[in-house]
Structures are given as structure tokens and as C-alpha cells.
């Protein structure tokens, strides 16, 4: 049966590649140091103190160190580099980090005097913390592959009888092992229900591998980082525009639906339209009454004497259409704004205007305030 791929999403990263090396080939040595002192002060101090205990120069080790800011002692442990074959080193190139076994006890929160007892099929190794963070002793015992029970049993007590008191003893049946986290700032290590976190930062110190080596695949690990992270952000932001492109591809089907809705209902909208225009129009010849007379009374109040009305028709209830002529065209500016000075008028529009043979025709459209004009009065009976 294939597995779920919502279990393989929800398991979270690969644990990170942590080789773990045998304890029998380092030495190591707690080492005093400065609470104050930097980083940089604690690796140099740890190189002397290696220099000094070590028949070997440093360039002949594989070192590290473990130093948490603050503590006053520093472990120290190193291995001559021939103890290591071709085979065993082909493997560390493509590691987060190489590091002895006991290393991965190290970030224990644990209580003063305790001992921790490692076993491995070539032997036991005990870290023993007398306070702080920082063990003060790791001894490695090693064992006979044909050593029975009782062999491993007596050489676990000699071991804590080495380390001397202590008030908490755990026992691992086998080294912890790196598992899968959430965040790349720290590692996990986990036997049964034993469990020890290491920041990053701590474990880069640990690491044995020759510093100039070690250096290029960093570079090279986090010049890696970046073109991964670039790569995903790449991916993210084509989804994005993928579903940009897909939202633009809903929205011209839903514009096009839209529209040829609308298409299909425009003849029914314009009948409806015409309908309530021709019902305003019966409703206004049913309701309201046209004032013609009114309007050219009004017309021919501001005409001047030279201008002659030719035709004047209503268009509707509130406009009348004028053509008048005259031969001094300088009277039609006069003519239209005395109209729009009228208080009955709204606006005055001329369409319309031509000259020939000193005789200026033209139009006026005069657009009449809705209720302002009102019936004349009917004449008057003797």
C-alpha cells in the first residue's frame, strides 16, 4: 500500500546527516576558562591547551570544543588524523557535522552530579556533569566484542567509580540519534526517552573536520541555502502568477457571460425604457399643461426691434424652438443674453446660424425652468 502523501507532508524535513564517531579514538580535557572570555578567545585557549596535552601538533588532529557562553570551563578532545582510513573520512564531505558519539549527550539539561553512560558494542563511555552546562569528565572504557554481560556490568562500575559521585545516573543502551526539526537553528538528538537539543552554533564547534575544509563547506552549504531559498521563492511567485493568471482567465468568462447576458437583454431593457418614456410623456400631457403663449410672450419681451420671428414650436414642456432673422447679426449676442437673464429661462442654446446678403438667420432652443411660467390671465369681459 502506498503511503499518504499527507503524512509524508506533515512529517516535516529529514532528520540532519550527523555522523557520530567512535568515543575510543578521541582524548578530550575540561579545560578552565574565563566566564567573560569571547568565542574566539575560548577556540584559541582550546588549541593551546590541545597543543599542550597532545604529542601531536594541531595540524595532525581532528579537534573540537564545547563552550557555552557564560560557563567557566570549556571541553576540549581531539584524535591523531592516521586513526582514521580513507573509507571512514569518504563519508564526511556530504555530512551536516562529524562528531565523537558522546557529543550528542551534550545538550542534556541535567542536574549537578550527574553521569551519563553510554554504551557501544566497542565499549562505555560516561560524561559526568559536576554543575553548569559544560561536563567536566568523559571517560571511555573500551570492551572486548566477546565481553559478557557481567564484563559490561563490571565495567560500568569501575566507570562511575572513576567519575566519583553521583547523585543522577543515566543509562543509553545506544547513542542518541539526530531526528527531524522544525527549525534549522537547533539538533534534536533522542534515545528512548532520553532527549539533548544542540544550537547550531554549538554543534559547529564540536565538529572534528580540518577547519579550512570545514570553512569551504560551509560557504558552500549556505551559497546553497540561498539558491535553494531563491529557487522556492521562484516556484512561490509563479504559483502566484499562475493563479493571478487563472483569477484573470474566471474573470474575462465571467465578462463574457456578463456581457452576453446584457446583449440578450437589451432589446427587452429598451422597450421598457421607450415604454416609461412615452408613459412620462402621456403622464406630463395628462398632468401638466404646455404654455406656448406664455413661452412667446416671454420671447418677445427681450426681442429686440430688429429681429424678426420666423417660426416658433414647442418640443416639449419646458423647451421652444425659435428661427428668427435680422440684418444686424451685433443683435443676437443682446437677444440671447437678455433671454437667459429672464428669469423664466434656464438656458439658451443656439444651434444654428447663417448670414447671407446682410441677413443673419438662425435658431434659438430656449430651455424654460420646470414651473415658472405661469397662465395668463384670461381677458377681460366688458
Not at 502506498?2 to 540532519?16: E, H, N, Q, T
Not at 543509562?171 to 526517552?193: I, Q
Amino acid at each position: 500500500m502506498c503511503a499518504s502523501p499527507f503524512k509524508f507532508l506533515s512529517a516535516g524535513p529529514p532528520p540532519p546527516r550527523v555522523v557520530l564517531l567512535r568515543d575510543a579514538l578521541f582524548f578530550s580535557r575540561a579545560v578552565p576558562v574565563l566566564a567573560t572570555a569571547t568565542a574566539a578567545e575560548v577556540s584559541a585557549q582550546a588549541g593551546l591547551a590541545l597543543e599542550a596535552i597532545s604529542p601531536f601538533p594541531l595540524a595532525q588532529l581532528y579537534y573540537g570544543l564545547f563552550w557555552v557562553p557564560g560557563s567557566e570551563r570549556a571541553l576540549v578532545f581531539a584524535s591523531y588524523r592516521r586513526r582514521f582510513t580513507v573509507e571512514q573520512t569518504e563519508a564526511w564531505p556530504a555530512a551536516e557535522w562529524v562528531v565523537p558519539a558522546f557529543a550528542s549527550v551534550l545538550g542534556s539539561a541535567v542536574a549537578p552530579a550527574t553521569t551519563i553512560v553510554l554504551s557501544s558494542p566497542d565499549g562505555l563511555t560516561a560524561v559526568h556533569w559536576e554543575q553548569g552546562p559544560v561536563p567536566s569528565l568523559v571517560l571511555h572504557r573500551p570492551l572486548a566484542p566477546e565481553a559478557t554481560d557481567e564484563d559490561r556490568l563490571h565495567l560500568r562500575a569501575e566507570l562511575l567509580r572513576a567519575v566519583g559521585e553521583s547523585r543522577a545516573i543515566v543509562d543509553l543502551a545506544e547513542p542518541p540519534a539526530a531526528l527531524p526539526s522544525h527549525s534549522d537553528k537547533e539538533v534534536v538528538f533522542k534515545s528512548g526517552g532520553f532527549e539533548a537539543t544542540l544550537p547550531t552554533s554549538l554543534m559547529d564547534g564540536l565538529d572534528v573536520r580540518d577547519r579550512d575544509e570545514l570553512a569551504m563547506l560551509r560557504r558552500a552549504r549556505k551559497r546553497d541555502l540561498v539558491l535553494w531559498r531563491a529557487a522556492i521563492g521562484c516556484v512561490a511567485a509563479c504559483g502566484v502568477f499562475a493563479l493571478g493568471e487563472l483569477a484573470l482567465m474566471g474573470a474575462g468568462l465571467w465578462q463574457k457571460a456578463r456581457v452576453l447576458n446584457m446583449t440578450a437583454q437589451s432589446p427587452l431593457v429598451g422597450r421598457i425604457m421607450e415604454d416609461q418614456r412615452l408613459a412620462g410623456r402621456i403622464d406630463d400631457l395628462a398632468t401638466k399643461r404646455l404654455y406656448p403663449l406664455e413661452m412667446l410672450t416671454v420671447v418677445l419681451s427681450k426681442k429686440p426691434a430688429e429681429v424678426q420671428l420666423l417660426r416658433a414650436t414647442t418640443t416639449d414642456l419646458d423647451h421652444l424652438k425659435v428661427d428668427a432673422q435680422t440684418t444686424n447679426s451685433g443683435q443676437i449676442s443682446g437677444f440671447i443674453s437678455a433671454l437667459q437673464a429672464a428669469p423664466e429661462c434656464a438656458k439658451v442654446d443656439i444651434p444654428d446660424q447663417r448670414a447671407h446678403d446682410n441677413l443673419a438667420t438662425f435658431t434659438l432652443i430656449i430651455t424654460f425652468k420646470p414651473g415658472a411660467l405661469k397662465p395668463m390671465p384670461p381677458p377681460a369681459t366688458s
